[in-house]
């Protein structure tokens, strides 16, 4: 379990590093005027997307599940810090589907936000962790 539970991390912090760096690149990106940066930003972006922010997030899902089985529905159950855990999660998931169509948004030059938007945006992941990681350490309920 110990072995599962490191790859775990290990991919969570991979992802979430993603999650931070790419709403900064769309920060960068939509201040961006010139042709060769906007399509260096879009490489940056498909290659942050599809090479490391999905796999690490797959990876996380599966060492997550992997996890979890080491648990009984009974334990899961009385585990209600867990189903907290699982909501963020669930819409740390949705965050990553939306970053995905703004990659695709930028891919297609048919971006509508400013970088103050995107600075905005950047923040999201940052309170998901630190509310994971109290409900992970701390099991408030």
């Known amino acids: ?20 760096y790419l709403p900064r690149l769309f920060v960068y990106h939509a201040s961006t005027n010139d042709a060769a940066g906007n399509e260096r930003f879009k490489v940056m972006e498909r290659k942050l ?9 797959i990876l996380t899902l599966i060492f997550g599940v992997w996890l979890l089985s080491y648990y ?3 334990q899961i159950a009385s585990m209600p810090w867990l189903h ?10 949705a965050y990553h589907g939306v970053c995905g169509g703004m990659v695709r948004k930028f891919a297609n030059d048919a971006n509508q936000h400013s970088h103050v ?23 408030p309920f």
């Open 1 to 20: 379990m110990l072995w599962v539970k490191a790859f775990h991390i290990i991919f969570v912090i991979t992802w979430f590093s993603a999650l931070f």
């Open 49 to 57: 997307y599809r090479g490391i922010m999905t796999p690490s997030a």
């Open 72 to 74: 009984s529905l009974e």
């Open 84 to 93: 907290a855990k699982l909501t963020l999660v669930l819409l740390l998931f």
């Open 117 to 139: 938007f995107y600075r905005w945006f950047n923040e999201v992941p940052v309170l998901m962790l630190i509310g994971i990681v109290i409900l992970v350490v701390v099991k």
